[in-house]
């Protein structure tokens, strides 16, 4: 009994705990909606549906999760939990779950994906409000509650509303900074930012920054630009240029005045610039103030127009290619023809040389009066030349010289010969044409005092070509032939054929005629007749003819072997043929004589033979006689021993083994015996 109460008291904890059993159903995680604007709240509940065995309480640990990052945890007695995000951001945007753990179990939510649309409106600073021209302005733009990488978007606003931009993207940090260089004319400047962000979730775009207002502050005015000359300037006036501007401090500021690409005038530190000079036509046009300090920079323009005093001289020439000694005259003109000082002057060098003070020059020309001439008239200071002349004086031509760049009067067909004409006296440009035959072939001119090179292919055979050159250039009478010049074509080697008579072969110790033939080439043509693998020739000989025979005697079997033939000529390519190969055979007094020793090796074999087998017959007679008494002995012996036993009855002899059964002879003594019988009939033909 006791054994029962103690059994029972010791089972009912365990029947208590069987009492506390839970199961966990369903966790879910929920949030009123999975879009939410920025600034606004994400509200997370995570809810718990547990089955339990009887009713009792349960600790549950509730933890949320972020992109599979840990969040907040809780503990509560409570089916649900909740988490409040507060005010959202576009970093808040992500895949949350939550997971519930009661009584050693657990399970998690399924993924909730909410979105965070907008972004918080970013502030810019500067880092300073006022700023002169040529300065830049420093601004800052930043998204302190949002999270990188972003994109930075400055805007300068114009007073016209235009936009100028600037991008700069951030990876790391929440802010940017950037500089806007101040411009001519800018006053007060509005700046604003914009941020935007592009990430997994998607693209947002922030509402525009704070507006910042810079102002700038103007070193110095626009510059004035004046001219003190009168209205009306004419060539040799007296002309003043003045450029100004007024400082707001002391700048060391820099003045240019030019005009077109030159400047004319500067000064560093002045507030003022003048620039003076005489008129002339040159100074028409248009004139430029530039005021400059660091990046700042402003201008402004003016006209001025020079009218003219008197019109630019006008030189004529009677001619401008003339020959030796022939007559030049030179006149100046000028257009409504004022009181000037005229002179005429001929350059180079490059100041002129003055050759008469006068409207007009007259001269006998030579080759060195070749040059510029020009016209100058001077009215009160003022200067003016006409345009250049240039005259030319020519020489006439020497008598050409024609020559061969490679000094050699011969070429090979197929080559390119190269010929040069020459006149060593005569103003060019000169012009050389080169004849072959009557044939003109090419005319070159030259611009200076050397050769013309000409070029001519030889393309046909023709032993003997005449070439010669005629110079020539723009004097009146001048144009000269040089000497004529043959040229030697020289046709190369080619078709060689290479064979021998008797072909192939040549008895030993006879004669064998070699034949080497070309099928074109110019005369003489070298032979040469070579064994393989020799370096010198059997046979070197120059042929006026384009074939050569060369007998070779005693042709012997060293002779045998593989044979070539070379030919050349003054076109310096070697031409070889193919190989020809010769063997050396039998002479026919050697064939005769083997033949004749083989006849007679045969006869006497023959013979040999004949004795032999007449021999043997001989020998084969006394034989057969002994073979008959032999066998009728033994007839009689077999009559008298009828019903005997043979072996037993009749003496064996010596060289028998005895056996009760089988009396064998030995093979060894059978043949000695039969060879002894052999033998003795052989040494005694008389026997019986």
């Known amino acids: 009994m006791y054994f029962a109460v103690l059994m029972i008291l010791l089972h009912c904890p365990s029947l208590k705990a069987q009492d506390n059993v839970i199961t966990i159903n369903k966790v879910e995680l929920t949030v009123p909606s999975p879009k939410v604007k920025n600034g606004k ?13 009887a009713s009792f309480q349960i600790q549950h640990a509730f933890s949320f999760y972020k992109d599979d990052s840990p969040l907040y945890n809780t503990t509560s007695e409570q089916d649900r939990a909740r988490y409040k995000i507060f005010p959202a951001r576009f970093a808040d945007s992500g895949s949350y779950k939550c997971s519930v753990e009661a009584s050693g179990k657990s399970k998690s939510s399924n993924d909730l994906v909410v979105q965070v649309k907008g972004l918080s409106q970013p502030k810019l600073t500067a880092l300073k409000t006022e700023v002169t021209e040529g300065e830049v302005v420093t601004l800052r733009c930043e998204e302190p509650e949002e999270k990188p990488p972003f994109i930075f978007l400055f805007n300068k606003i114009s007073p016209n509303q235009q936009l100028q931009a600037k991008k700069k993207q951030e ?20 700046f604003h930012c914009i941020v935007t962000v592009n990430s997994a979730v998607g693209f947002e775009k922030s509402e525009a920054s704070n507006i910042t207002l810079v102002t700038v502050v103007e070193p110095f005015s626009h510059p004035k630009l004046t001219s003190k000359s009168p209205w009306n300037v004419t060539e040799g006036d007296r002309i003043d240029i003045v450029c100004t501007t007024i400082l707001a401090r002391k700048y060391e500021i820099e003045i240019l005045i030019q005009k077109d690409r030159r400047i004319l005038n500067s000064t560093r530190g002045q507030n003022s610039l003048t620039y003076s000079a005489i008129a002339t036509m040159e100074d028409n046009g248009n004139y430029t103030c530039k005021v400059e300090l660091g990046r700042v920079s402003k201008t402004t323009s003016m006209n001025l127009v020079v009218e003219e005093l008197f019109a630019k001289p006008i030189l004529t020439p009677s001619l401008t290619d003339l020959d030796e000694n022939q007559r030049l005259s030179l006149w100046c003109h000028i257009n409504g023809s004022p009181k000037a000082n005229v002179s005429i002057i001929k350059r180079p060098p490059k100041n002129g040389t003055l050759l008469k003070t006068s409207s007009n020059f007259t ?7 070749t040059g510029s001439y020009v016209c100058r008239a001077e009215i009160k200071g003022i200067i003016k030349e006409s345009n250049p002349v240039q005259i030319t004086v020519y020489a006439p031509v020497s008598e050409p010289v024609l020559s061969v760049a490679n000094l050699s009067t011969e070429m090979v067909l197929g080559e390119t010969l190269m010929l040069r004409c020459q006149s060593m006296s005569g103003t060019p440009p000169i ?18 005092n050397t050769y013309a090179e000409f070029r001519d292919k030889q393309t046909k055979l023709n032993n003997l070509r005449e070439y010669r050159c005629e110079a020539s250039n723009r004097h009146a009478y001048a144009k000269r032939s040089s000497y004529k010049m043959n040229i030697t074509v020289i046709a190369p080697v080619r078709n060689i054929s290479f064979g021998s008579l008797p072909h192939g072969e040549v008895e030993d110790g006879g004669n064998i005629n070699f034949l080497c033939i070309v099928g074109e080439g110019s005369l003489p043509i070298n032979f040469r007749i070579f064994k393989e693998n020799d370096q010198k020739p059997l046979f070197n000989e120059s042929k006026m003819e384009t074939r050569v025979l060369w007998q070779k005697e005693s042709f012997s079997k060293q002779d045998a072997g593989k044979y070539f033939c070379e030919a050349s000529n003054r076109a310096r390519a070697t031409v070889r043929s193919n190989l020809l190969t010769v063997k050396v055979i039998l002479a026919s007094w050697q064939k005769g004589f083997i033949a004749l020793f083989v006849l007679a090796v045969i006869a006497i074999a023959a013979s040999g033979f004949w004795w032999y087998w007449h021999k043997k017959e001989k020998g084969k007679h006394p034989s057969m006689e002994m073979s008959g008494s032999t066998a009728a002995t033994n007839s009689t012996s077999e009559k008298q021993a009828s019903g005997q036993n043979h072996y ?41």
């Open 41 to 53: 709240s994400i509200e997370l509940t995570c809810i718990v549906d547990i089955s339990k065995s």
């Open 363 to 369: 001269i006998q020309v030579q080759v060195n009066d």
């Open 648 to 688: 037993t009855e009749f003496y064996p002899g010596p060289g028998y083994i005895e056996d009760s059964e089988n009396p064998v002879k030995s093979a060894d003594e059978n043949k000695d015996s039969g060879e002894n019988r052999h033998s003795r009939i052989e040494g005694s033909p008389d026997a019986t």
């Open 171 to 190: 990876l790391k940090e929440n802010f940017a900074s950037v500089d806007f260089p101040v411009e001519e004319g800018d006053r007060i400047l509005r």
């Open 431 to 448: 012009n050389y044409t080169l004849f072959r035959g009557n044939r003109l072939i090419h005319t070159i001119t030259v611009f200076n």
